[in-house]
């Protein structure tokens, strides 16, 4: 209830939506950090708390920062500073104890893969010393960066180990891992899952997706491995997205030396906000859960036994299939609509060269059978629409509407008139929608 009355004071107004996206964590998540990391222990006030929060999800400059907060610019500087510095250094959610709630077999029964470790890079300012700029630039993202590696749990995307900031253009990825000692505390059974730049150095604690040799391809086994291991090891890029959601991670006007105590600040977030809103769930995915439950109904047909089936788990849901033909966004669809043949509506009976030009454009269209086929009435033209009763009582579309909608998709009403309403009967509800568009935007300019 404090941080809720604090939060109305300075916002004005509350409610959970809202102050997630103020201050980047939900409601139960910021209660648990501030009764953890807030009062007599650390000497952190909760409104201190909550305005290192708001710097590390919003990113404000000093005059906008002290505004919300009702204080001069600089107090606010020094109360966001001191807050980091002192919650940053009590902070202990990352553990690497973490990775012992889920693994995934690996080269046998004698081996797990425990952790999936990979790097990002942040960026940061310019230095001013051109030595310094070398080290720090990335040619692979084009800019001056900070980079940082972690570890999360194979399964469950809970943060296990974070290094130290590096310059991004002078180490690599595995040079982290060894000069931090990644490795070092694991047993001698475990693996580390990561992508394809550490399987160059051929080391046996990482666990790496097959290669293509040179001349040659995968085999059908060696893919649907690389498929089932790339479904784990992107765990670690859903906890890189998380974080990259806090403004001061993807922007940076700071010296670079405090960029380091904000990036473990907000890694210690991320693992707060896993404990409420997990990544990934252990349990069955529903394919499995179906498999194992149509065995138990076998199995209880032959014994003559009840069966037991046990109860499906909410669980990550799965990456689709791919197929031939991608999914097609809103605009695609509209210009897929928009590609189709120009023609002209002609109620009743029609004649002259507009519409001898709209059958011809539309003659592939018609099929044997349909109301506008010549076969089913020689006397009638594919143009031609005798009764618009009959056309609204078969299609459930009348004239008025058909004209409605020439403004917005003329050429859909056009074709759904001259192929008898089939497409515009398809599109039915997508007319509607885009009618009811239109007259929104109305309404606003007006």
Not at 66 to 91: D, N, P, Y
Not at 92 to 110: H, Q, T, V, Y
Not at 301 to 320: D, F, Y
């Amino acid at each position: 209830m404090k941080n809720q009355r604090i939060y109305s004071h300075y916002f004005n107004r509350f409610n959970e939506s809202a102050f997630n996206s103020n201050l980047g964590l939900s409601l139960q998540e910021c209660c648990y950090a501030v009764d953890k990391y807030c009062g007599q222990r650390t000497g952190v006030s909760c409104l201190d708390f909550l305005m290192a929060l708001h710097f590390a999800w919003k990113y404000p400059k000093g005059h906008y920062g002290g505004t919300i907060w009702k204080m001069c610019r600089q107090k606010h500087s020094e109360k966001v500073w001191r807050t980091l510095s002192i919650v940053e250094a009590f902070m202990d959610e990352i553990k690497f104890e973490n990775r012992l709630k889920s693994a995934i077999f690996m080269d046998g029964p004698d081996a797990y893969c425990s952790m999936h470790t990979d790097s990002s890079d942040f960026m940061i300012n310019r230095p001013s010393d051109s030595a310094e700029a070398k080290k720090h630039y990335t040619y692979k993202r084009r800019k001056f960066a900070m980079r940082y590696a972690i570890a999360v749990a194979a399964n469950t995307g809970d943060v296990c180990w974070l290094s130290s900031g590096h310059p991004a253009g002078s180490i690599s990825d595995l040079n982290i891992n060894r000069r931090e000692g990644l490795v070092e505390g694991l047993q001698f059974f475990e693996r580390v899952g990561a992508d394809g730049a550490y399987l160059c150095r051929r080391d046996p604690m990482y666990k790496c997706p097959h290669r293509k040799p040179r001349g040659g391809e995968l085999t059908e086994q060696q893919i649907r491995e690389n498929d089932a291991f790339g479904n784990y090891r992107s765990i670690v890029e859903n906890v890189f997205a998380r974080v990259k959601q806090f403004a001061c991670m993807t922007r940076w006007r700071h010296n670079r030396e405090r960029h380091s105590i904000v990036a473990r600040f907000v890694f210690q977030l991320i693992q707060i906000k896993q404990k409420f809103r997990p990544i990934r769930r252990l349990g069955l995915s529903k394919k499995e859960h179906e498999e194992l439950a149509a065995a138990n109904w076998r199995a209880a047909e032959l014994h003559g036994v009840p069966a037991i089936v046990p109860e499906a788990k909410r669980t990550r849901r799965r990456p689709r299939e791919r197929k031939n033909q991608p999914r097609l966004g809103r605009r695609r669809k509209a210009a897929r609509i928009a590609r189709m043949p120009r023609g002209e509506i002609k109620i009743g009976s029609g004649s002259g060269d507009d519409a001898d030009e709209a059958d011809a454009s539309c003659n592939s269209y018609i099929q044997p059978g349909d109301p506008l086929s010549s076969d089913t009435d020689s006397g009638s033209s594919g143009r031609e629409i005798a009764n618009d009763t009959a056309v609204e009582t078969d299609y459930g579309i009348s004239e008025d509407r058909i004209k409605a909608t020439r403004g917005r998709a003329p050429r859909m009403a056009k074709v759904g008139a001259l192929l008898g309403m089939r497409a515009a009967s398809l599109h039915g509800e997508k007319v509607d929608r885009l009618m009811r568009r239109k007259a929104r935007r109305n309404r606003r300019k007006t």
